[in-house]
Each structure stands twice: as C-alpha cells, then as structure tokens.
C-alpha cells in the first residue's frame, strides 16, 4: 500500500512558475516508478512526466519538454514537479501517482492539487 499527498498547486499568471510536491509513504521499491498527470475540464488524463525511484530516469510528455522538471528526494520519499513558463493551457488537476513495479501500470494516485494559469 503507497500513499501519495499531493500539494504545491495553486493560481500563477502566465509565464509563471509552480513547485508541485508529492510526498509518498508506504512500500515503494527502487524500481517504482513516480508520475506525474493532469486532468484539464471536459478533458481526459494526460500523462506529464516520470521519474524512477532509483537511478533518477526521467521521461517527459512533449507538452512538457523544456519547461517542466521532474525530480525526486529519496531521503524524504519526495517527488517534485517544477513546472516553467506556464500556459493557460496547462490549467488542470495535477495528479501523483505510483506504479509500484515500474511497468508504466500506475496502481496509485493521489488526490491531486489544482493548478491555474491566468491568461
């Protein structure tokens, strides 16, 4: 069982900057792997970037490349998301979630911190 606690969200202008935080506890094992998602209204989830416990790789969704990074603290169970010149687009739930196995089947989320970019 992982628990994820997602916070950091909130209302940014456009062409700002958020730190999103996802504290995890519970079992986790250096191949698990930490995502990040979005969920934008009338919209469905949107993959935005990943991280593995152990070695660090990362992987990222286009819409993502180049303004957002991910990153974790393994001392403190801590996944980050620093999230760069923001859009209005990019206004949505902001999602953590854990695929234990880190075979890209996420089998837990957390609740998720709203993210709003005003125009």
């Known amino acids: 069982q992982v628990q994820l606690v997602e916070s950091g969200g909130g209302l940014v202008q456009a062409g700002g900057s958020l730190r999103l935080s996802c504290a995890a506890s519970?079992?986790?094992?250096?191949?698990?792997?930490m995502g990040w998602f979005r969920q934008a209204p009338g919209k469905g989830r949107e993959f935005v970037a990943a991280?593995?416990?152990?070695?660090?790789?990362?992987y990222y969704a286009d819409s993502a490349k180049g303004r957002f990074t991910i990153s974790r603290d393994n001392a403190k169970n801590t996944v980050y998301l620093q999230m760069n010149s923001l859009k209005p687009e990019d206004t949505a739930v902001y999602y953590c979630?854990?695929?234990?196995?880190?075979?890209?089947?996420?089998?837990?989320w957390g609740q998720g911190t709203q993210v709003t970019v005003s125009s």
């Open positions: 979630a854990a695929s234990v196995l880190g075979d890209g089947r996420y089998d837990y």
């Open positions: 519970g079992r986790t094992f250096s191949s698990t792997l």
């Open positions: 991280i593995r416990w152990s070695g660090g790789s990362t």
